[in-house]
């Protein structure tokens, strides 16, 4: 697929590090207007206690309206498994769009089963305001994005490219981080091997922002690279490693590795697109599935 890839547009994107999940969330504005996006926003819980707050999101919303921006729209690139989003909150805030891949509905059909949700929860991603599809565009301000399938990490993983600036969700880490894990349910080693060829076919100079890292080997926190840095350097996929490398790498690694700590709840909210579920009686409720993950 020809992607509608424009280098001329050069985004201001500000980054917003979450030191409980290692997640980092961005506010991408429009330099010809004062329309902005949020991509992959975190809403803190402290799973012990069962308590919500909301201090990462308030970072996000006191910046856009100090800046006096307009949100058109709060994008997911895909279902989180490590943290939980803000979207609903940060609507309610300040308006915008939510969006996330079409592929939202076999995620939701797998974990749909897996917890155990009855028919009252859609399977159809209509918790999302849009479902984008391969090389679908929208629009923030005057600034064309588009979105990337890019399967593997999960089945409904997206980079969104905006302008000079493409946003990887969980698909690529730093250099020195390789890449994401590809054994969660619906994941693949493969897919995620072809992903990542996509994404290092995209122009050497454009910019690529994390969704996490993780500090290797003690460095500090980074979340910016570049196409020509990750196409060197990758430790995963970098100086020309094939599929069946990378394939036989991958699948041992992820045998070594625990579930991440707030996989549970994450894909409960994620899942519908950022809302807490509610028991019979409408209070929020969370599910401890045994033996299911």
């Known amino acids: ?34 329309h902005c996006a949020i991509i992959d926003s975190v809403m803190d819980i402290d799973y012990a206690a069962g308590r919500i707050t909301y201090d990462h999101a308030d970072a996000l919303i006191a910046t856009i309206k100090e800046q006096g921006l307009t949100l058109d729209w709060i994008i997911e690139t895909h279902v989180h498994a490590d943290h939980l989003s803000a979207a609903p909150y940060i609507q309610q805030k300040l308006g915008g769009k939510i969006g996330v891949g079409e592929k ?33 565009t929208y629009m923030i301000g005057t600034m064309q994005a ?3 399938y890019t399967p593997g990490h999960t089945p409904a993983c997206m980079v969104h490219v905006i302008g ?11 250099p020195d981080g390789g890449s994401a ?5 619906g994941g693949s080693a493969g897919e995620l091997y072809d992903s990542i060829q996509k994404v290092l076919a995209l122009p050497d100079d454009m910019r690529l922002f994390m969704c ?15 196409v020509a840095a990750q196409k060197a350097e990758n430790i995963h996929v970098g100086g020309g490693k094939t599929r069946e490398e990378f394939i036989k790498f991958r699948t041992e690694r992820d045998a070594t590795l625990a579930l991440p700590t707030l996989i549970i709840p994450s894909l409960q909210v994620n899942m519908r697109a950022g809302e807490i579920p509610t028991d019979r009686d409408g209070k929020p409720m969370l599910k401890v599935p045994i033996n299911g993950l």
């Open 164 to 174: 000079d600036a493409a946003f990887a969700g969980d698909t690529l880490f730093m």
């Open 181 to 185: 894990r590809a054994d969660f349910p």
């Open 104 to 136: 939202i509905m076999v995620v939701q059909d797998t974990f749909g089963k897996i917890f155990n949700e009855g028919t009252e929860f859609q399977r159809d991603g209509s918790q999302f305001d849009a479902l984008f599809k391969d090389g679908d």
């Open 212 to 226: 996490h890292d993780y500090g290797p080997n003690g460095r500090a926190i980074e979340w910016e690279t570049t």
């Open 1 to 34: 697929m020809n992607y509608p890839v424009d280098m001329s547009v050069k985004p201001e994107v500000s980054a917003y590090f979450d030191e409980a999940t290692n997640t980092i969330s961005y506010i991408v504005k429009d330099p010809d207007s004062l």
């Open 146 to 148: 588009f979105a990337m």
